[in-house]
């Protein structure tokens, strides 16, 4: 399960939306457990294809960071089709190492997508789960929790990304 490099704040692939899985095949099950390496790795409690520079939507969750594999949860093609309530909750981001915010996220939501035998799954979160899916399928849309901050925070923060985009090598 090779380790793959994570891309940051300001590379294409995390900006736009990423293209639908059409077959589950050897291919994405590869993509997948590599995903869930560099996660493990990293250490996160997520990650979403596009990350990786894959444009695909695939996502990987596990809040236990691999204390226990029960948590790890692999979707395929993932869409909230629920949401009720708000909650607002400080957010990190790999892609957005050194920075975090807080974006208002829904209380619960339920999430549909496919596992890796291309079976439908349905799952209902709360808490930080809830928090998790919502920041994974934002990745998969081509957006960053920076994006759905208040216009102030946003502008704040996307200034001091730009700057840190020219003075660095992000595009790794
Ligand atoms: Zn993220």
């Not at 639908?20 to 979403?48: C, E, F, H, K, Q």
């Not at 894959?54 to 960071?65: E, F, G, M, P, Q």
């Not at 629920?82 to 909750?89: K, L, M, N």
């Not at 291309?118 to 934002?138: K, Q, S």
Request: hydrophobic residues 40%; negative net charge.
């Amino acid at each position: 399960m090779p380790i793959r490099p994570i891309v940051k704040y300001g590379h294409p692939v995390l900006h736009a939306p990423s293209a639908p899985v059409r077959n589950i095949d050897g291919a994405i099950a590869s993509l997948v457990n590599d995903m869930v390496a560099t996660m493990y790795a990293a250490p996160g409690i997520g990650l979403a294809a596009p990350q990786i520079a894959v444009a695909l939507r695939v996502i990987v969750i596990d809040l236990s960071v691999g204390e226990d594999r029960g948590q790890l949860i692999k979707l395929v093609n993932p869409e909230i089709v629920e949401r009720e309530g708000e909650q607002r909750h400080e957010e990190g981001c790999l892609s957005v190492p050194g920075y975090g915010g807080s974006p208002v996220r829904p209380a619960r939501v339920t999430v549909r997508g496919l596992d890796l035998d291309g079976n439908e799954r349905v799952e209902t979160a709360t808490d930080l789960l809830a928090r998790a899916f919502c920041h994974e399928i934002d990745h998969i849309d081509g957006l960053l929790f920076v994006d759905r901050l208040s216009p102030l925070k946003r502008d704040l923060l996307k200034r001091k990304l730009k700057k840190r985009v020219r003075n660095d090598d992000w595009d790794e």
